[in-house]
């Protein structure tokens, strides 16, 4: 038997953020970045909540490490407070999700109401069980993966991230096609999943674009920031894969936004995943028939799976080169003596990543050496 539950209240549409003036919590707990702060941005949450009161933790920086998630709950834990609102990207959501559930379990706050509100549309941490902390000293990321970490409540208001600039539109908007991308080859994948990493995936590839090349595109920032929480949702329910195995790795030894490094991987996994070893084969994996559905639904699919599956590639590339996107960690500055030098340990964290169970083909040690080989100066075979 499969079950398909929604726990997150989705909250969307114009003035979004109104929803927060109903939360019936008298002490809040608000969890953000300092530009947020800086910017006053955040008096867009705070406004809702001014005969409540409020307590705003802005010490997120990307990658949260676990020293900020320790001050973090000391403070919750000091304050007490009925909700906690997250405020930021994925690293604030993560960052919050984190102090959240040690503040519920260490300082007994188990009624404590976590709501969520994204203002980039990238991880759609909004809606899952996932979050991911770094450990600085090791070089490690750590994802959590835990039920409890889903926010009660998830508020997607477009026009927070109106003013996203170009390259963190493409860097997270490319982490939404690979969250989709992955859920719907996943092993663990159903209809569910299915229906929403199929119209995930197809409004990145009509609106991402556009909402890179023009901030005034509202319709495309509204698209975009909806495309990134049915992804979450679909991965919440199906996991990932590899790709993300790999790049969790990758950014914990080298300082690459983790949705470039995605991106970067995503084409070289795609084509391992189909596993397509003959021009014209006569059975294909579920994984690139899977790929080339995407590419029919999109409206640039091939006659056959091969060609359907190759022009999903290609148009990723497209999408890559629109944007100005490192097509190669090279492009991004790594060394290629400290790359090749951390590779057995990026293979070997990669394989005991929680993300590589539900790739849909068998991964070995060497399988990720080859793929990191390529991904350094961006060659397909």
Not at 218 to 241: N, P, V
Not at 341 to 359: H, P, Q
Request: charged fraction near 25%; proline fraction near 4%; include cysteine.
């Amino acid at each position: 038997m499969e079950e398909f539950k929604i726990k997150t209240s989705v909250c969307f549409g114009a003035d979004a953020l109104g929803c927060l003036s109903q939360i019936q919590a008298e002490k809040v707990f608000i969890v953000t970045d300092p530009f947020m702060v800086e910017s006053k941005m955040i008096e867009r949450v705070t406004e809702p909540l001014k005969d409540r009161q409020y307590v705003v933790f802005s010490k997120v920086v990307p990658d949260p490490p676990l020293e900020l998630v320790v001050e973090g709950v000391k403070e919750v834990m000091a304050f007490r407070p009925e909700a906690l609102i997250a405020l930021g990207g994925g690293s604030a959501i993560d960052e919050a999700k984190a102090i959240m559930h040690f503040a519920r379990q260490i300082g007994e706050l188990p009624d404590m109401e976590f709501i969520a509100v994204p203002t980039t549309s990238g991880t759609g941490s909004e809606v899952t069980s996932f979050a991911v902390i770094t450990d600085q000293d090791k070089g490690v990321k750590y994802p959590l993966v835990d039920e409890a970490l889903l926010p009660e409540v998830a508020i997607l208001d477009s026009s927070l991230v109106k003013s996203l600039p170009p390259t963190i539109v493409a860097d997270t908007g490319m982490d939404v096609l690979t969250h989709a991308l992955e859920a719907y080859v996943s092993t663990k994948a159903n209809a569910f999943t299915d229906a929403l990493a199929e119209k995930a995936a197809v409004m990145v590839l009509k609106y991402l674009v556009r909402s890179f090349q023009d901030m005034g595109d509202t319709e495309a920032r509204e698209k975009m920031h909806i495309a990134s929480c049915m992804a979450g949702l679909a991965f919440d329910r199906a996991s990932l894969g590899v790709n993300h195995a790999i790049a969790h790795n990758i950014g914990g030894k080298f300082k690459v936004p983790h949705g470039r490094t995605n991106t970067i991987l995503l084409t070289h996994v795609m084509d391992f995943n189909a596993d397509i070893q003959e021009y014209n084969p006569k059975e294909y994996s579920e994984a690139a028939r899977k790929y080339a559905y995407i590419a029919q639904l999109a409206g640039f699919g091939g006659g056959t799976v091969r060609t359907g599956m190759k022009s999903l590639i290609h148009q990723i590339q497209k999408m890559q080169k629109l944007m100005k996107m490192p097509m190669n960690f090279k492009e991004c500055g790594i060394n290629q003596e400290e790359y090749q030098k951390e590779s057995v340990a990026i293979a070997k964290g990669a394989l005991a990543d929680g993300c590589i169970r539900t790739n849909p083909r068998q991964v070995t040690e060497e399988d990720i050496l080859v793929i990191l080989k390529k991904v350094y100066n961006g060659n397909h075979s």
